[in-house]
């Protein structure tokens, strides 16, 4: 499964941005798909995932209730919603897909390239 990853820039604090992640398989549908982000200096953390079928998602806590995870499988892409956000989310964000629901980066066998998303105060 190949991924991009897009829809990042700079946004001032409190704004939105929402990204996308295209797949290149049909197969796309049979993955979790996960939402990662790495700021400067930082490790890789987690941000949310969705289910093949969107049923279930997992947001880390610091998301939780700003952003929002969707898919849609017809379009083999998952989106990303980012609303009121923050200098502290700036980062670049990377999609990512796996056979199970899991919040460990080593879990995901498949990576898109990542976006640049620059949050200003």
Do not use: H
């Not at 992640?21 to 200096?41: D, L």
């Not at 956000?85 to 898109?112: I, M």
């Amino acid at each position: 499964v190949q991924l991009q990853a897009s829809g990042g820039g700079l946004v001032q604090a409190g704004g939105s941005l929402r990204l996308s992640c295209a797949a290149s398989a049909r197969t796309f549908g049979n993955y979790i798909v996960g939402w990662f982000r790495q700021a400067p200096g930082k490790a890789r953390e987690f941000v949310a995932a969705i289910t093949p079928f969107g049923l279930s998602t997992d947001y880390d806590d610091s998301v939780k209730g700003r952003f929002l995870i969707s898919r849609d499988n017809a379009e083999n892409t998952v989106y990303l919603q980012m609303n009121g956000l923050k200098p502290e989310d700036t980062a670049v964000y990377y999609c990512a897909a796996a056979q199970a629901l899991r919040r460990s980066s080593s879990q995901y066998a498949y990576w898109g390239q990542g976006t640049l998303v620059t949050v200003s105060s």
